[in-house]
């Protein structure tokens, strides 16, 4: 993190950066820590970002400081490979990391996380923890665990994260939309899909 601007009004975030600038346009969507922010200046080292007041409160932003590392990821182009699950950047909240621990050669991530996002969750479905897209391990009542493998570590900021460290979680996206047709009036129930064979 190069610089961070706030004030009542509003916020801009300036980012140094290498592999990620090549082609970036103003109006680009570029995900710091998993939240879509849009690229408002540039230049050959750095991009500055526009931060809503809500987008502040959601997500972990508060806790970077200037030097802070953030991952960085451009939006997927439309004739790129897809990899990993679908991830829009659009943060559902924030949890805590409970507990890291080693095993072999992945490294173990407790997060908890509140009743709202754990709901979304699924054991061996998708979670973007900080905008990485990661496969769920366990779901318990309070919290979430996921396994990183040393690739991930390496490439991303997660490594630097320690117990009490704050993340942003992103639920699955589909998951989201079924949740929300079973919800609200749409007619669509537990009843209904199981006689259509679901």
């Known amino acids: 993190m190069a610089d961070i601007r706030r004030s009542a009004a509003n916020c801009t975030l300036s980012v140094d950066a290498t592999n990620v600038m090549e082609d970036l346009h103003i109006g680009d ?36 400081r200037h030097g802070s590392g953030v991952n960085l990821e451009r939006a997927l182009p439309v004739n790129g490979r897809f990899g990993g699950h679908i991830v829009t950047g659009h943060i559902d909240g924030t949890g805590s990391i409970s507990s890291v621990r080693r095993e072999g050669n992945a490294v173990w991530y407790r997060i908890a996380a509140r009743n709202e996002i754990l709901e979304g969750i699924v054991e061996k479905g998708s979670i973007a923890v900080d905008g990485i897209s990661l496969t769920v391990a366990e779901v318990t009542e309070r919290d979430f665990s996921v396994s990183i493998i040393p690739h991930t570590l390496a490439q991303t900021v997660l490594g630097e994260k320690r117990v009490g460290g704050v993340v942003n979680l992103e639920n699955d996206v589909l998951g989201k939309y079924v949740r929300n047709m079973m919800t609200t009036r749409t007619g669509l129930t537990q009843d209904l899909l199981s006689r259509c064979g679901f």
């Open 29 to 64: 969507s570029m995900a710091v820590n998993g939240i879509c922010l849009t690229v408002v200046d540039f230049d050959r080292r750095r991009f500055t970002v526009d931060v809503m007041n809500e987008t502040w409160r959601r997500t972990s932003l508060g806790v970077l």
